[in-house]
């Protein structure tokens, strides 16, 4: 007894020494901390777990992400992040505190009988920032904050990634920045968060990776297009949360139709009207210019060509003047209209406003479907397939169904196939992958009485429905907090009902 509590102190002191090293926490530890991981500590959830309010002897608050053990390649992601968060300290990072990784056995049901499952748990201890994410602050129209305040959070983002990218050795991209993983303390400072998709590079390295898991919206063209990854992935992400904290909104010359010079006037009045009803406001045409330089970084920093985003370094001197905007932006951002549209509209639906209400970017999900023989699905061809649903999405369609660029990688053989078979029936001469249009979205427009259709087309139908019930199955095998949005989105599908339940996988 004498002993568990001697370690039980040891660990409280390490969590409430600020000046330790990172270090192993036990479980049993995190457990009474967060009252065994009570619904009551929960502090946010996401894709990848839960993070609960641990509450020390001495009152203070830690924050522990419990990752989910049944994700795919969550061991590696639990490692990835403990190695590039032991190397990190910056005002502008959430502040690493301890981990833990540990083997349960669990006497548990499976297929019938009853054994004993291995669970590793894997938690991680951070800093507890009170503020919460941004997104939160963001929701809304980004009304919340006055102008001072975005300008702290955005120069906060910029040193962050600027630590990130060249004042450490062996530098990291993070390639999931987005407001939900930015975290804003007491003071509203801004800290960047979550770093299990982070890479370790070369500044003059290039990646190409297969993998494209990341949150929709905010990954750069080149990366969904063709995967590569490079420094310029976060300048991409960094311009997309810029011109959202500035604006409130993520439309965009090119995307809106506005030109960029438009965009920039209508945007700068915005901001004019609303300092100028501030009472006691001395410093108008000073903020203004703010305002508009930092719309200017924004755009040049979501530009469609990867090659032409600035630095860091450089993204830094034009926040504080010391370096001109030297591009022309009009010319760059509107000279490349149709890139932008393809590259961001077509994304549009993982962080515009759908017809229920607001998106949470929180709520993404990546699905990666293991790729061993025996995970692979028959329905579903040979290749293995990296499946990528946006949780925000699925109240009406299937992203990828609808959004071929975004989700080319995983249009498995079935699908085109069904594609293929679907063009045929509306007549369309000619048919490929690359083609804008979809035709899988035209069968939606279709109204026909299944008992009357010809036989072709009964079968078209009936083989998209196998898709899409497979792609449930599979998203409610590896993600189960989502098997009504799952089971909601199939009953909205037309048709389904009159399929009967022999179609459905």
Known sequence: MYGESSKHDNLECILQDQSSKPSAV?????????????????????????????????????AVKRLEPSMAGSQS??????????????????????????????????????????????????????????????????????????????????????YLHDQIDKSILHLDLKPANILLDKNLAPKITDFGLSRQFD?????????????????????????????????????VIIMEIITGHRHYPGVSGTSSEDFIELEL???????EKAQGYTNLEMDCEQIKRCIQIGLICVNPEWTERPTTTKIIKMLQGLESLDRNISDEV?????????????????????????????????????????????????????????????????????????????LFPAEARVAMEVAQVNGTSEFTLGSSANPLTEIQRTTFDLNETP????????????????????????FPRCSDVLEKMMDDEPGLAALGSDYIL
């Open 26 to 62: 036990s479980l049993n530890f995190l457990k009474e901390i967060t009252n065994n991981f009570s619904d009551e500590r929960v502090l946010g959830k996401g894709g990848s777990g839960v993070v609960y309010k641990g509450v020390l002897q001495s009152g203070e608050i830690i």
């Open 77 to 162: 992601l639990f490692q990835n992040e403990v190695d590039h968060l032991m190397r990190l300290q910056h005002p502008n990072i959430v502040r690493f505190r301890g981990y833990c990784h540990e083997t349960v056995w669990l006497y548990t049901e499976f297929e019938g009988q009853k054994v004993f499952a291995e669970i590793s748990e894997m938690l991680l201890c951070f800093e507890y920032v009170p503020k919460g994410s941004l997104d939160v602050h963001l929701s809304g129209g980004s009304s919340e904050f006055d102008w001072h305040t975005r300008y702290k959070i955005i120069e906060g983002i910029c040193n962050g990634l600027h």
């Open 334 to 410: 509107e000279s490349s209209a149709d890139q932008i549209s393809n590259g961001l509209k077509k994304h549009s639906d993982c962080f515009g406003v759908t017809e229920e209400g607001k998106l949470s970017p929180k709520n993404t999900l990546c699905i990666g479907i293991l790729e061993q023989a025996e995970r692979r699905e028959p329905e579903l061809g040979e290749a293995s397939v990296s499946l990528a649903m946006a949780g925000d999405c699925l109240h009406g369609k299937l992203l990828y169904l609808e959004n071929r660029v975004a989700l080319a990688m995983i």
């Open 455 to 478: 036989f072709k087309m009964k079968d078209v139908y009936l083989a998209r429905m196998r898709v899409l019930s497979k792609t449930v199955e599979l998203g409610k095998r590896f």
């Open 269 to 275: 009045k915005k901001w004019r009207n609303t300092l």
């Open 203 to 239: 500044q003059h390295q290039t990646i190409s990776s297969p993998n494209r898991v990341g949150t929709l919206g905010y990954m750069a063209p080149e990366r969904i297009d063709e995967g590569i990854i490079t420094p310029k992935s976060d300048i991409f992400s960094l311009g």
